[in-house]
């Protein structure tokens, strides 16, 4: 009876009661999330036009784009449509969609960076046999074990809470998390808790073993090479996707190590906006940025839009 009381919607606690505060954080998470579609949408359209970036390298990056813009749209226009009219309102159904989508992109992201970091290591240390090791016929098979392995992995978990049986409806977060909606259960939470720890490593414990290993092939690859502008040449190549990849575990573990108590709460919510929010629109900042074909690419593109305007 309880359960079915709060299934018709919960309410999403987020930043707190103070209505004075909402107008100005819905205008910065605005802009954010405006900058973070247009970055990556940018790179989705260089990557599909530009002929110079038709590679196994950009194609995983035009993947990883699309997921930060799909991420990002998972979570942000319900929290500003929340900011604006100041309600905190979210039905049951939209929640755990939110939820399985949220978890699916992470899961997809860990096996699209370790994919990303195996590219990176077959062309550093593995030149003469790149073509034929990473051709399309590969790459496909990568994305597409990527997408149906991080949803997969995600389903069972929403199949598990979806079971649970709620004594509050109250959820102390800015989204539906998998912890934060947890702590609503009417039993103990802690065999809970560890069984996804479990569950979530086995999905995602081997995909971070990938990249950890091809980063470490990779570094003593470049160590090794005896020309200081073959090892600047080999660590620009990969520095981009480096940092991507230091971003997204540093943020992700900050959330999940860092003991989640009410002194802490506030703690994990500024992790948690890091993550969900601020990096998706780093992703494509530090490419373009740090990548010398990403900004070559933009160069032809403004090239032409200056062209095509003179006409």
Known sequence: MINQTFNAEFILLGFGNNQILHIPLYW???LIYMGTMAGNLFII???VFDQHLHIPMYFFLGNLSYLEACSSSNILPQMLFNLLTGSKLIS??????????????????????SAMSYDRY?????????????NGRICFKLIAYSWISGFLANTITLIIISKLVFCNNRIDHFFCDTFPIIELFCGDTYALKVFLYVLSSIFTFPPSILTL?????????????PSTVGKQKAF?????HLLVVTIFYGTLMSIYVVPNTNKLNGLHKVFSV????ITPMLNPIIYSLR??????SLRRLCYILFKFRKI
């Open 28 to 30: 910065p998470f605005f």
């Open 45 to 47: 359209l260089l990557v």
């Open 92 to 113: 049951y159904t939209t929640c755990f969609v939110q939820h399985y989508f949220f978890g699916s992109f992470v899961s997809v992201e860990c096996y699209l960076l």
């Open 122 to 134: 077959l062309a550093i240390c593995k030149p003469l046999r790149y073509t034929t090791m990473m």
């Open 213 to 225: 290993t091809s980063y470490t092939f990779i570094i003593v690859a470049i160590m090794r090479m």
């Open 236 to 240: 620009s190549t990969c520095s981009s």
């Open 274 to 277: 890091i993550y969900t929010i």
């Open 291 to 296: 990548n010398r074909e990403v900004k070559d």
